[in-house]
């Protein structure tokens, strides 16, 4: 539901239904609302039953990828006499992004069912749920509800009676925006510095400790036991757009707007609907000027695009943007772009691992000219130099950072130019021989 | 960094000792590697001590099997582990984007007027406070967080900050 | 000695893919990425963090090149070769690419080429001239850094880094010793160590080798010349009896410092820093310039027309004691064996031994206790080892002393023989009882060849001018052999090598051709 707000009836409660519910957070309280059933029915089924059915389903992995849930655990071979490993990605730092914040400290349990059903899918023993340190909350609701599972033989050598073995392991992150990147969770979890690594080998073939590795958002597994409850038809039937895009989608909802806060509904809402019914609009005496639809690393939206979008995958592409995690960030009139896109390219530079050279550099000089047009200190080349900066940084480098920072630059000064132009004050730069004339 | 013991002036106690120790043992079985440890065992050390030496790093190595110079190298890439000692209440604030919009660089204005401190990063004189801005802390839609040693304060604007110090001692 | 015949029957062939570069079709092993296909197809694609001696990074992203029907450009160090590519280095959009790398590089590099070591050999030069932007569109304050001592011969000159991290995939995946780190993230890392541990693994230095720019400096020649000045000569390092291939960089007719050579058979891409630093000794100034006769009761300066019949007739129908240092090449010491074979004696050598300092990484390299280049060699031409280098001697030999090390010979046995002959680069005060003094090069003074531990027979060529009227050893010798009758004259090392390999099994049919830039090992292997 719409937490903290409260629940609109047009939302779809599905993973938020409990959001506020203080006894759902223990285990008898999950289970009175139906908890473990999904993981109990998954454990008399085959891994190859379970995968069909995620795959039926059309669940798509909601950590900002996308990438089609069933045919991620299908890559994932049985039988091959290795260790298989299951990461659950609670890393969530993506700014405009709080969804798996509140499932794990409102619903743990869902999460912890979610994590062994996955787990068993694909063959694996182990999961680490590496949650951020910054989580608190989430942290210790999460480290409560495994420890009840364990003690009711939900988790352990013998699950549910089953004499499967499922271990959920909780593993804390440090402060790093880009372990939420698989391949640099990964290599946290190893021990290592948060370094992405070169694909190929893709973690199905060389993960976590050079094993067999599937890495899963928090909101793509804990929608998992209600698909194997329901019915993959059910979710599939859930969608009020594009085919490709079905179930229920938790949107979190900040910044300039009268009602922030997560807000669940199906796949293919309408956006305009979303913001001015739902979330309530802008707040009194404002209007909205733009929007990010999915986090600050999808391109940012003017009025005219988000009113026109459905909230799909397909729907936020048709119009500039993408559906990323569903971190929705709200710009009314009083915001000034130029200062926040700045404020943008600084959080990425602070949060590059620094391996790759148009990153490490890329982002900190993207960061000093912003700051320095934001500060009327700018010039009509330095956008130029921008876009050429954006332009070097995007399809080049090992992993998508890099080129989450071109986006809010390019698609700000391409839709917001005048705000920018309005602060270039200084005359075209002269290089010293020219002066001497 | 004010009212800290300077480290080279007393002799460095290790943390991986009785319970401590046995809380790092039970975490070998759950990892095929002991390097796999050193998240957890840093953050132990943070818990104990506040934040992390040079010779806490040395220590870590040596229960790990690790060189002390790789351990260094895991510290200083992630943040929350403090290379240095901070004041009683390590305040930070969230600037990011989606807080920004919402008067966060307020609410930092208010801290460092309320608590004395000359600078961000910099203890106040008295020790009690040091203020940090921090990137997301993944509670947008509470803005502004702030997060006060391991808790986080939901929507904090510039008005309920007297507040909020109030309640530190 | 163990016989080693090569195997006769053939090595299964790894599966091969087609592809081609730059319009060059070229046919490499499966699993081989596209940049080392590029070198065999004769394009060498830019590249920083890459070393074929190191694991793949993938981070410097020099290397990218466009594959026909590939979204993205392919970082080609980290691209498999698959058949049927077609790869292109310099399109348009490759090209772009790189030259973003290039920029990004650039503007916050010091650009201090004038006072930096690395110019002239700097990769960050080469490509940035071969492919890098002309201006910088940097409008704001550049980063600084200040330097960092490491410890040991390194230098760390924070500033010029690119964070390849070729150091610390060094340190942690060949020396084993994983003493640096990348600190920091984003636009504030740099390369790091722990407060205290200064760098003084043996093998360290190869961090300065590895470097492709000017980030780390060697102490020892800071400094001391620029690139384009040194001359360069491949040859041996003498310091012990692994035999690691390096270069010898002079300037003037001085050494300045040797570096490693690579050769996948002895040392890959790497040498110790005890060998690495060990050249002054190439460029001391109290050498034997001229040949010596000796006139009643001091040494005269001479010629060669008339030192070596002097030595000839001191040797002529007298047994010899040759004290032969383990350091001389083949060719010399074989010409001493049949000095020793025509006048009845013996030959004996003695070698120092240190502790050794292996490189984990790296299969059989080692600073090898024995700290001499040739015993191998000495030993199979018959000369004895022996614990003090006078065994053996006996009262009225002729003491041919071959610039071996006779600090330890005690007056009592330098009393022994009937007559000292020194053929040698320096004149100790203890020799100065000798009758004919010869003047030699040192190593670094002739060409040669020299055998290591495990019988590998290696060249190593001149690196600068011998002092005065010094003449290379075999030629000296040589000439001995000649003026006695008992032999010929030879003017080229070539030569010799050819007829020690027509009398010596050990190097029958090898020579200077074959033997090439990687060595042979002997026949029958290593003793």
């Given at each position: ?12 409660p599905?993973?938020?239904k409990?959001f506020?519910?203080?006894?759902a957070t223990?285990?008898?309280g999950?289970r ?14 085959t891994p ?19 990438f ?6 299908s890559f ?11 990461c ?6 993506e ?8 499932i794990?400290?409102?619903?743990p ?17 182990t999961?680490y ?5 910054e ?18 033989g ?34 946290s979890?190893?021990g290592?510095?948060g370094n992405?690594r ?7 073939v ?16 804990a ?18 757009s ?10 979190s ?14 796949l293919?809402?309408?956006?305009k ?9 802008p707040l ?7 929007v990010v ?8 939206q003017?009025?005219?695009e988000?009113?026109a979008s ?16 569903g ?29 790759c ?9 993207t960061?000093?000219i ?6 009327g ?9 921008l876009?050429s900066?954006?332009d ?12 989450s920072?071109?986006v809010?630059?390019m ?27 | ?9 007393t ?11 046995k809380?790092?043992?039970?975490l ?9 440890c ?18 806490a ?21 992630y ?26 660089e307020?609410v ?11 600078d ?15 990137e997301?802390?993944?509670a947008c ?19 309920r ?8 001692k | ?9 053939a ?16 046919s ?17 694609i ?6 074929p001696?190191?694991?793949?990074a ?7 090149v ?20 077609v790869v ?8 772009e690419a ?12 010091p ?26 569109r ?9 330097i960092?001592?490491f ?21 942690d ?14 636009d504030?890392a740099?390369i790091g160590k ?15 080798d ?27 390092c003498?310091?012990?009896?692994q ?10 007719n ?15 891409y ?8 060990d ?7 109290d ?18 027309d008339?030192a ?21 090449s083949?060719?010399?010491?074989h ?20 502790p ?12 090898r ?31 041919v ?9 005690t007056v ?8 000292i ?20 090069a ?23 001018a ?14 001995v ?12 090392a070539?030569?010799v ?9 050990a190097?029958?049919?090898m020579?200077?051709?074959g033997l090439g ?11």
């Open positions: 539901m719409g937490y903290p707000q409260p629940s609109h009836e047009r939302e779809t599905v993973l938020s409990y506020g519910d203080r006894d223990s285990l008898d999950w009175k609302r139906g908890g473990y059933e999904g993981l109990r029915k998954a454990l008399s089924m190859a039953e379970i995968v069909d059915i995620v795959k039926t389903s059309g669940l798509r992995g909601r950590g900002g990828a996308g089609p849930t069933g045919i991620k655990w994932m071979k049985p039988g091959d006499g290795k260790p298989h490993y299951l659950c990605n609670a890393d969530e730092s700014p405009g992004t709080f969804k798996d914040r509140e794990m400290r409102w619903t349990h869902a999460l912890v069912e979610g994590c062994a059903l996955g787990a068993y899918a694909i063959g694996a023993e999961a749920v590496y949650i951020r340190g989580f608190t909350e989430p942290l210790a609701r999460m480290r409560q509800a495994v420890r009840e599972a364990y003690d009711a939900i988790l352990g050598t013998n699950s549910m009676g089953t004499g499967k073995r499922i271990d959920v392991i909780i593993h804390k992150g440090a402060g790093a925006y880009i372990c939420g990147e698989e391949t640099a969770m990964m290599n979890i190893e290592r510095r992405p070169i694909k190929p080998p893709f973690p199905a060389s993960g976590v400790f050079a094993q067999p590795t599937t890495i899963n958002n928090v909101e793509t597994l929608a998992v036991p209600h698909i194997l409850v329901q019915g993959a038809d059910w979710y599939k039937a859930m969608s009020l594009s085919p490709k895009s079905t179930g229920s989608k938790l949107f909802v900040c910044g300039n707007i009268a009602r922030p806060g997560n807000y669940e509904v199906t293919g809402f309408p956006f609907d979303f913001l001015y019914d739902l979330c309530g609009g009194p005496g404002r209007t909205l000027k733009a639809p999915g986090g600050i690393s999808v391109p940012i003017t009025m005219e988000a009113e459905k909230m799909d995958y397909e729907g936020f592409i048709e119009q500039g943007s993408m559906l990323g995690s971190g929705v960030i709200v710009f009314d009139d009083q915001q000034n772009m130029v200062k926040q896109i700045a404020r943008a390219a600084r959080f990425f530079a602070h949060e590059s691992c620094g391996q050279t148009q990153c490490r550099e890329g982002t900190a000089w960061t000093r912003m700051e320095r047009i934001r500060d200190e700018g010039t009509h080349e330095d956008l130029d130099t876009f900066i954006a070097n940084m995007t399809a080049t480098t090992i992993c998508v950072l890099s080129d920072c071109a809010p630059v698609s700000g000064i391409r839709k917001f130019r005048s705000e920018f132009e309005a602060l270039i004050k200084k005359p075209k730069f002269h290089p010293v021989t020219a002066a001497v004339a | 960094m004010t009212a800290a013991i300077h480290e080279h002036e002799p460095y106690q290790p943390v991986f000792v009785g319970d401590r120790r809380e790092l043992d039970a070998f079985p759950l990892y095929p590697t002991k390097m796999a050193i998240l957890p065992a840093l953050w132990m050390v943070q818990e104990d001590r506040g934040w992390v030496s040079d010779a790093m040395a220590e870590v190595a040596q229960v790990l099997e690790l060189t002390a110079a790789y351990v260094k190298g895991v510290v200083t890439f943040t929350m582990y403090n290379q240095h000692p901070v004041g009683k209440y390590l305040i930070q604030v969230c600037t990011t984007t989606p807080c920004n919009i919402c008067g966060a307020d930092v204005s208010a801290f460092m007027e309320h608590t004395g401190c000359t961000l990063g910099i203890t106040s004189a008295d020790g009690r406070f040091t203020i940090i801005e921090v997301c802390l993944g839609g509470f803005a502004t967080p702030v997060m006060i040693n391991e808790d986080v304060v939901e929507s904090v604007t510039a008005a900050v007297p507040g909020i110090l109030a309640g530190l | 000695m163990a016989t080693t015949a090569e195997p006769t029957t090595v299964a062939q790894p599966k091969m893919v087609n592809l081609t570069i730059e319009g060059r079709p070229v490499v092993p499966e699993g081989m990425s596209i940049l080392e296909a590029g070198k065999r197809a004769g394009v060498l830019p590249h920083y963090c890459y070393h001696g190191l694991s793949i993938g981070n410097c992203r020099m290397c990218l466009e594959v026909e029907k590939a979204a993205k450009l392919a970082p080609s160090c980290a691209t498999a070769a698959a058949e049927g590519q292109h280095v310099y399109t348009e959009k490759a090209l790189r030259k973003g790398v290039l920029e990004m590089l650039l503007i916050n590099h650009l201090d080429c004038p006072i930096c070591d690395k110019s002239g050999e700097c990769e960050l030069q080469d490509f940035t001239y071969q492919e890098g932007p002309a201006k910088s940097l409008r704001d304050p550049k980063r600084f850094s200040p960092e001592d410890g040991g011969d390194v230098l760390y000159t924070t500033s010029r880094c690119i964070l390849c991290t070729r150091c610390v995939r060094f340190m995946e060949i020396a084993q010793d994983t003493v640096l780190n990348v600190s920091a993230r984003g504030r740099v722990y407060e205290g541990k200064e760098l003084t693994h043996a093998w360290a230095g190869n961090v300065i590895v470097c492709p720019v000017g980030a780390l400096l060697s102490k020892d020649s800071l400094n001391k010349a620029r690139s384009w000045e040194l001359d360069h000569a491949p040859s041996i003498p310091g012990c009896s035999g690691c291939n390096i270069s010898i960089d002079t300037r003037d001085t050494v300045i410092r040797l570096r490693p050579r690579p050769n996948d058979d002895v040392n890959k790497f040498m110790c820093d005890i060998g690495r630093l050249y002054r000794w190439i460029n001391r100034q050498r034997i310039e001229v040949p010596l006769v000796r006139r009643g009761e001091s040494l005269a300066a001479s010629d060669w008339v070596i019949p002097a030595a000839a007739a001191l040797l002529d129908g007298k047994r010899v004691f040759v004290a032969a240092s383990p350091n001389l083949n060719e010399t010491l010409l001493l064996a049949k000095l020793v074979a025509s006048a009845g004696g013996s030959g004996a050598y003695t070698v120092r031994i240190g050794e300092a292996p490189l984990p990484g790296v299969k059989d390299l080692s600073l206790a024995d700290r001499a280049a040739n015993g191998a060699g000495a030993e199979i031409l018959g000369f004895k080892r022996t614990a003090s280098p006078l065994d053996g001697l006996a009262k009225g030999d002729v003491l002393v071959a610039d071996a090390d006779l600090s330890t010979a009592d046995q330098l009393a022994l023989p009937g007559a002959l020194v053929i040698g680069t320096t004149l100790p005060e203890n020799l100065r009882t000798a009758s004919v003094v010869l003047p030699i040192n190593y670094a003074e002739e060409e040669g060849t020299f055998t290591n531990l495990r019988g590998r027979v290696q060249r190593f060529s001149q690196a600068k011998a002092p005065g009227m010094a003449r290379p050893s075999w030629w000296v010798v040589g000439d052999l000649a003026a006695l009758g008992k032999g010929e004259a030879y003017y080229l070539s030569e090598f050819s007829a020690m390999a027509g009398e010596v099994s190097f029958s049919g020579n200077y051709d830039m990687r060595g042979m090992v002997v026949n029958g292997g290593a003793s």
